[in-house]
């Protein structure tokens, strides 16, 4: 553990806590994690008696060097998009904790379980009424995008 | 609760005579009540917030520089502040890191007895911070109420605070500046 960056030790001990105790739902790619720790790829499965029940999805985070002082960049990738009223259908998530409402002392276990619940909450599977316009043209990271949380109730 | 039960449960199951392991787990748990909230380390140069939100002083100061003008404690997002962190001193905890890079040193520990509460109830604007006000408009008569638009800020000879002079004080600045306020509006509006 010599060689490490203050982010990366971080980012080591929140993998070793989730090989220790994996949440349900969420499994982590730990092969991959451990080749380059600023870049995990999260497989998740959607909770059963919920909407998305039996579907699997991908998620993607990225850390830059100044994590965790600096959000991950989350999205979802792969070829299965969760179809919900704030996740685009080009994978960006509509999240405030991701930009504004960050903090360090949040982790990788809480993003996936707030987005765990997000999907869990939801009453009807659609896309956001933006979807088109934004797909085409918004940057590729969505942590450049001026978010508007409209309605964090669902 | 019931996870811890079942836990022990488990555990006096796997160690009949299981003292040790009980132990041992405890001692984790107490361990990692003293983890900083940030690097999730031990944490070293410990400072703990009104709050009781425990952090390296280097790690919390780097995020306060992060966010300066939105300072709020990463863990509860209480209002935090440099000054407001208490640094927490152990027995035997003389310098065995080297002070990290270019932070400060951490804020010292005050002896300073408690201000009374002195924040006026009235017209919710103002503030901790002072409220500062003027006017670029110069054919007003207003240089009689600009001094009082200050208010927050120490003036010549301030009443101690708390007190009933002080208090009305207050009272009296934040009524002037609704006057100028209303004026203007009346002004602007007629
Ligand atoms: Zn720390
Ligand atoms: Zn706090």
């Known amino acids: ?154 | 609760m019931s996870s811890n039960t079942t836990e022990n449960a488990k555990h006096s199951a796997e160690h009949p005579d299981g003292d040790g392991a009980g132990a041992t787990d405890e001692d984790k748990k107490d361990d990692r009540m003293f983890e900083c909230n940030i690097c999730l380390d031990t944490a070293r140069d410990a400072v703990v917030s009104m709050c009781g939100h425990l952090f390296c002083w280097p790690c919390l100061h780097q995020w306060l520089e992060t966010r300066p003008n939105r300072q709020v404690c990463p863990v509860c997002k209480a209002a935090i502040s440099k000054e407001k962190v208490i640094p927490l001193y152990g027995r035997g905890s003389t310098k065995q890191e080297d002070p990290r890079e270019k932070v400060p040193p951490r804020p010292a520990g005050q002896r300073t007895e408690p201000e009374p509460g002195s924040t006026f109830p009235g017209f919710g604007f103002g503030g901790d911070n002072g409220f500062h006000m003027s006017f670029g408009i110069g054919a007003f008569p207003f240089g009689f109420f600009t001094s009082t638009f200050n208010f927050g800020d120490a003036r010549p000879s301030p009443a101690p605070r708390g007190t009933q002079q002080h208090m009305e004080e207050q009272f009296l600045s934040k009524l002037f500046l609704w006057l100028a306020v209303l004026f203007i509006a009346w002004l602007i509006l007629a």
């Not at chain 1, 579907?55 to 990225?62: A, P």
Request: glycine share 4%.
């Open chain 1, 1 to 154: 553990m010599a060689g490490l960056s203050p982010s990366e030790r971080r980012l080591q001990k929140e993998l070793m806590s989730l090989m220790k105790e994996p949440p349900p739902g969420v499994e982590v790619d730990f092969d991959l994690a451990e080749q380059n720790l600023l870049h995990w790829i999260i497989n998740m499965e959607g909770a059963a008696g919920t909407l998305y029940e039996g579907e699997r999805f991908q998620l993607q985070f990225k850390f830059s060097n100044k994590y965790p002082f600096d959000s991950p960049e989350v999205t979802f990738v792969g070829n299965n998009i969760p179809v919900h009223p704030h996740i685009y259908s080009n994978g960006h998530i509509c999240l405030s904790i991701l930009t504004d409402d960050w903090s360090p002392a949040l982790s990788v276990q809480s993003v996936c379980l707030s987005i765990v619940s997000m999907l869990s909450s939801c009453k009807e599977k659609q896309r956001p009424p933006d979807n088109a316009f934004y797909v085409k043209t918004c940057n590729k990271n969505p942590k450049k995008t001026k978010w508007w949380y409209h309605d964090d109730s669902v």
